[in-house]
């Protein structure tokens, strides 16, 4: 069946300017994750939904970013005012709720100029 | 601050050798232990997942899990040029409310003809 897909998968934006991006998780997988990945580094977690809803925030790097799920299906994550340090490759996750695996989409490479 | 540890590498071995890549976790209440493959310029694969202590076979993998001493392991056997990649190590965190995995920053494993 589909996996999960997430779009664009290359995003170049100016320093300063806001970027969208999206996941969309495997169909009836109700878990859903935001990792971000830079150059040289591990996966870093950032924000988890179960359904529509983001239990803790806690994750997210800084007030620039948020994230929106709706639908129990689509996931957005946007970055306000990027800056050059949001460079990374964005990874969107999704499983079925408990102790199970998780499978990664192809990500979203960002470069902020 | 929960940890995953690994040897960075790169580790390199003749093509039909067994590779093995090690992996240790500093919380004692970790339950789920993942291995994901990640090619350059790609999403991480999951490749096992390991619950309960001892060895899981899967092919030409065996996944070994020791609660005790905090260590997981991947074993690689007849080792193929194509299992080239960067191989990640992945705890679920219970300790909060997401689930989410924690990842250690990989090992690079170099399979030579």
């Known amino acids: 069946g589909a996996g999960v897909s997430q779009s664009p998968s290359n995003k170049v934006t100016e320093k300063g300017k806001d970027v969208e991006l999206r996941c969309d998780p495997i169909?009836?997988?109700?878990?859903l994750y935001w990792y971000r990945q830079s150059l040289g580094q591990g996966l870093e977690f950032l924000i988890y939904f179960q359904g529509n809803s983001a239990p803790d925030k806690s994750g997210l790097p800084s007030d620039r970013f948020s994230a929106e799920r709706t639908g129990g299906s689509v996931s957005t994550l946007t970055i306000q005012r990027t800056q050059q340090e949001d460079s990374a490759v964005y990874l969107c996750?999704?499983?079925?709720?408990?102790?199970?695996?998780?499978?990664f989409g192809p990500g979203t490479r960002l470069t902020v100029t | 601050q929960k940890e995953v540890e690994q040897n960075s590498g790169p580790l390199s071995v003749p093509e039909g050798a067994i590779a093995s890549l090690n992996c240790t976790y500093s919380d004692q209440g970790s339950q789920s232990f993942f291995w994901y493959r990640q090619y350059s310029g790609k999403s991480p694969e999951l490749i096992m997942f390991i619950y309960s202590n001892g060895d899981k076979e899967d092919g030409r993998f065996t996944a070994q899990l020791n609660k005790a001493s905090q260590y997981v392991s991947l074993l690689i056997r007849d080792s193929q040029p194509s299992d080239s990649a960067t191989y990640l190590c992945?705890?679920?965190?219970?300790?909060?409310?997401?689930?989410?995995?924690?990842f250690g920053k990989g090992t690079k494993l170099s399979v030579k003809p």
């Open positions: 169909s009836g997988h109700t878990a």
């Open positions: 992945a705890v679920r965190d219970y300790g909060g409310s997401q689930g989410n995995l924690i």
């Open positions: 996750a999704s499983g079925v709720a408990g102790p199970s695996e998780q499978y």
